[in-house]
């Protein structure tokens, strides 16, 4: 299993788009994708979801199991990728091919992430750690 962690900075400031975008990079190259979230968050990305990226529908529902795109506060049991915006989610337990860690610029929150790396780690995943600028 791979774990990609995206570290934001530089204009990337917001986790919504940066979700937004990994979500329509995902779509459809991946049968399945779900993005994991407190509810608040997941409203937010839900409405920016139907306005971008322009042009193109993302076929997605919050906690609607049959879309392709789901906007959960669990991980689901399996998904080709797992987007994962609450560093203090548990670890899943599912299948899943990639999942994709956001690391937001609130440096309060990188701890968590970072035991999130350890734990990854102590799993066997492959490890990739991207910044974003």
């Known amino acids: 299993m791979r774990v990609d962690f995206y570290e934001m900075g530089g204009r990337f400031t917001d986790p ?3 979700a937004g975008v ?3 990079r995902a779509w459809p190259k991946a049968a399945s994708v779900a993005v994991v979230a407190p509810r608040a968050q997941l409203e937010a990305l839900d409405e920016q ?3 971008l990226p322009e042009g193109r529908f993302l076929p ?8 392709p795109i789901q906007l959960l506060e669990d991980a689901p049991d399996a998904a080709a990728v797992l987007i994962n915006l609450d560093p203090s989610a548990p670890l899943p337990g599912g299948r899943f091919e990639r999942i994709l860690e956001i690391i937001p610029p609130d440096e309060s929150l990188k701890q968590p992430l970072r035991e999130r ?3 990854w780690k102590a799993r066997g995943a ?3 750690h991207h910044v974003l600028k």
């Not at 997605?60 to 879309?67: N, R």
């Open 16 to 18: 919504l788009f940066v």
């Open 22 to 24: 990994l979500v329509g």
């Open 49 to 51: 979801l139907w306005k």
């Open 60 to 67: 997605h529902g919050i906690d609607q199991p049959e879309a």
């Open 117 to 119: 790396w350890k734990a």
């Open 126 to 128: 492959d490890l990739q």
